[in-house]
Nanobody, 116 residues
Framework: QVQLVESGGGLVQAGGSLRLSCAAS????????MGWYRQAPGKQREMVAT???????NYGDSVRGRFTISRDNAKNAVYLQMNSLKPEDTAVYYC??????????WGQGTQVTVSS
């Protein structure tokens, strides 16, 4: 089975930065696309950023230019550098991974709170 574990969330003031990490564990796994999604209270989950195994990236309109997604294929890890944070970035952030032959997996989520 595949497990994703996120870390790095917390409380930060508006304008500050946070870096989220997510590591996938599993035996002999090969991961295609990895991504970060977020869900604020009362809202639907939305895509924040995705990255392919070849490094191709895609960003949500609300974070483009402020957030950067990266990954370490050797570690089966994905990262999200979040700069110039705004109160509207407050949400639970989830990572996911499309694992070859196994399907889509999600992490448990990590809370990011941005105070004004």
């Amino acid at each position: 089975q595949v497990q994703l574990v996120e870390s790095g969330g917390g409380l930060v003031q508006a304008g500050g930065s946070l870096r989220l990490s997510c590591a996938a564990s599993g035996r002999d796994i090969s991961i295609n696309t990895m991504g970060w999604y977020r869900q604020a209270p009362g809202k639907q989950r939305e895509m924040v950023a995705t990255i392919t195994s070849g490094g191709g990236t895609n960003y949500g309109d609300s974070v483009r230019g402020r957030f950067t997604i990266s990954r370490d294929n050797a570690k089966n890890a994905v990262y999200l550098q979040m700069n110039s944070l705004k109160p509207e970035d407050t949400a639970v952030y989830y990572c996911n991974a499309i694992v070859r032959y196994y399907g889509l997996f999600w992490g448990q989520g990590t809370q990011v709170t941005v105070s004004s």
